[in-house]
């Protein structure tokens, strides 16, 4: 019997410019627009096989080895729909093509980061899902296109079909149909800039993103005035501080970001804490780091670990300042470019 088979691999990716909110729970619209930069994956990424044959008894997917359910994942079973019905369009169209549409499919997906590495899989696990999907099927789309998809896996997961910089447009349409990933400059246009990765800790966050972010929107008066008056303007000015690779305005935007968006966090009632006191005291570091200048940028997301963005002439510098403080566990110490993979540091709790 004929068997399918894809595999691809997805990046991951860490937003300078925060999603925190849905308009939309089920289609997975957001309340703002977002922007983010993606990670080289040579080092950091998901990888997916997905097999399709006539001999599957059922649609089944494993998770680093482990078998999880598909029907009780209603964001897995989106993309799948998704995909399948395009697929089904196409073969209607075309009776050449073989009938894969109506396959079952077995799904293998593993993330080669540690778990203590403490990055959210989401984004590039559904990423991955939805492009070796297209693959698979030979879907005609192009990366936009299908993040229309991926967002309904994971919101963020929308930004990781492309590399480089890429901003996720919120749309206005209630069909989420202009809802998706824009490239704003590819992986080579700002080689220069590094990112490093510190973990403060590899415990799983308390509040989940997804359960978070809705009590924000329904409690916090902050993220008005956020997605109101702050963030388009926002977007405007990150995509000209990258265009022009201006590291002291996009380093401002980006930690400003990330303060704002903790911000919101402490603004819902009950408040929601990511960062602790390891947390705080980086941001300190890096403050006084700045206090002639700015030469690095903090950004945390739905948890304590801190991504550090920062022109390479000054990394060497900054892994020997945050290592002198919080001396740990180094998973890997190599200060690559980006575009050739993030640096991943390990930092202890306390
Ligand atoms: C971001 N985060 O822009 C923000 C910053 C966390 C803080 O996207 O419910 O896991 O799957 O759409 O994508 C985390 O949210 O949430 C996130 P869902 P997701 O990267």
């Known amino acids: 019997m004929t068997v399918f088979e894809a595999t691809c691999t997805a990046p991951v990716n860490i937003a300078v410019v925060k999603y925190w909110g849905k308009r939309d729970t089920s289609l997975i619209l957001p309340t703002n627009s977002s922007l983010s930069v993606t990670l080289n994956q040579d080092q950091l990424h998901s990888k997916t096989t997905i097999r399709a044959s006539a001999d599957f008894t059922s649609d089944r997917l494993w998770l680093n080895g482990i078998e999880e359910s598909i029907p009780s994942n209603n964001r897995l079973v989106a993309c799948l729909r998704e995909t399948r019905a395009l697929r089904t369009e196409m073969e209607a169209k075309d009776s050449a093509l073989p009938k894969l549409a109506q396959l079952n499919?077995?799904?293998?997906?593993?993330?080669?980061?540690?778990?203590?590495?403490?990055?959210?899989?989401?984004?590039?696990?559904?990423?991955?899902?939805?492009?070796?999907l297209s693959q698979l099927f030979q879907l005609p789309l192009d990366h936009s296109d299908l993040s229309i998809v991926a967002r309904q896996g994971s919101g963020s997961a929308c930004r990781s079909l492309f590399g480089g910089f890429v901003a996720w447009d919120m749309g206005e349409k209630a069909d989420g149909s202009d809802s998706k990933a824009v490239l704003i400059e590819d992986e080579k246009h700002w080689p220069d800039l590094q990112a490093l990765i510190c973990v403060?800790?590899?415990?799983?966050?308390?509040?989940s993103s997804t359960a978070g972010m809705q009590l924000t929107v329904k409690t916090s008066p902050l993220l008005q005035h956020r997605i109101k008056d702050v963030v388009p303007k926002r977007m405007e000015d990150m995509i000209a501080a990258i265009k022009e690779k201006d590291f002291p305005r996009f380093a401002e935007l980006t930690m400003r970001d990330s303060n704002q968006f903790h911000a919101v966090c402490l603004?819902?009632?009950?408040?929601?804490?990511?960062?602790?006191?390891?947390?705080?005291?980086?941001i300190r570091i890096i403050?006084?780091?700045?206090?002639?200048?700015?030469?690095?940028?903090?950004?945390?997301?739905?948890?304590?670990?801190?991504?550090?963005?920062?022109?390479?002439?000054?990394?060497?510098?900054?892994?020997?300042?945050?290592?002198?403080?919080?001396?740990?566990?180094?998973?890997?110490?190599?200060?690559s470019l980006l575009k050739d993979g993030a640096s991943v540091a390990a930092l202890p709790e306390n």
């Open 105 to 132: 499919i077995h799904i293998c997906s593993e993330n080669n980061f540690p778990t203590a590495a403490g990055l959210a899989s989401s984004a590039s696990g559904y990423a991955c899902l939805v492009y070796t």
């Open 200 to 207: 403060v800790s590899d415990a799983k966050k308390g509040t």
């Open 267 to 282: 603004d819902t009632y009950p408040p929601i804490f990511y960062m602790n006191d390891i947390s705080r005291s980086i």
């Open 287 to 335: 403050t006084e780091y700045n206090k002639d200048g700015v030469k690095a940028a903090y950004t945390f997301d739905a948890g304590p670990n801190a991504v550090i963005y920062a022109p390479k002439e000054n990394m060497a510098e900054i892994y020997a300042i945050l290592s002198h403080y919080f001396p740990g566990h180094v998973f890997d110490d190599s200060l």
